[in-house]
T-cell receptor
């Protein structure tokens, strides 16, 4: 079975700082990779996804993530965070033999100070 | 509405009570998932429906948990004889198509926060 690890549980940044959230997964086969965001009081929303091709994927709101197959990693980045990026971020994996089921990491709570 | 809806949004139950949580998926979506999100953790898979058929219930933590989707649209997650460890947010997600071929995006509802006293 697949598993996902997010190493940073809480991150506090000042506005304009750069962000990198780590995500590692364990699964020997082919996977689809996702980052979801949950803003305070809102439901989970898809931020970006990787299926195949260019390992650097760009999502909404200036976020990007890089898939490094050799490291089983899919880290999320943003060059300059804003106060409105305060949210909880979840990395998720879909193994290709698991239908549409997602396996989530434990989440990283990001607080951006104005 | 255009999104997945869940009701109630909040539920407080006394230990030992039965609860029923409802999910209204996006109209026409074939697949439906239930996840459990404990405090401070990521969502964990509970069960999956394709139309009215429950194809995977491997994530249900005990036989006190039961889910159904009798007409292939609305789904209900029932928890019998609730325990404190059942306290969590229960998320529902719907998917337009059945699995097979490329991945199909899951659309999540707002969740039901269950607190068992």
């Amino acid at each position: 079975a697949q598993s996902v690890s997010q190493h940073n549980h809480h991150v506090i940044l000042s506005e304009a700082a750069s962000l990198e959230l780590g995500c590692n997964y364990s699964y020997g086969g082919t996977v689809n990779l996702f980052w979801y965001v949950q803003y305070p009081g809102q439901h989970l929303q898809l931020l970006l996804k990787y299926f195949s091709g260019d390992p650097l994927v760009k999502g909404i709101k200036g976020f990007e993530a890089e898939f490094i197959k050799s490291k089983f990693s899919f880290n999320l980045r943003k060059p300059s965070v804003q106060w409105s990026d305060t949210a909880e971020y979840f990395c998720a994996v879909n193994a290709l033999n698991a239908g549409n089921m997602l396996t989530f990491g434990g989440g990283t709570r990001l607080m951006v100070k104005p | 509405g255009a999104g997945v809806s869940q009701s109630p949004r909040y539920k407080v139950a006394k230990r030992g009570q039965d609860v029923a949580l409802r999910c209204d998926p996006i109209s026409g979506h074939v697949s439906l998932f239930w996840y459990q999100q404990a405090l401070g953790q990521g969502p964990e898979f509970l069960t999956y429906f394709q139309n009215e058929a429950q194809l995977d219930k491997s994530g249900l933590p005990s036989d006190r948990f039961f889910a159904e989707r009798p007409e292939g649209s609305v789904s209900t997650l029932k928890i019998q004889r609730t325990q404190q460890e059942d306290s969590a947010v229960y998320l529902c997600a719907s998917v337009l198509a059945a699995p097979g071929g490329s991945y199909n995006e899951q659309f999540f509802g707002p969740g039901t926060r269950l607190t068992v006293l």
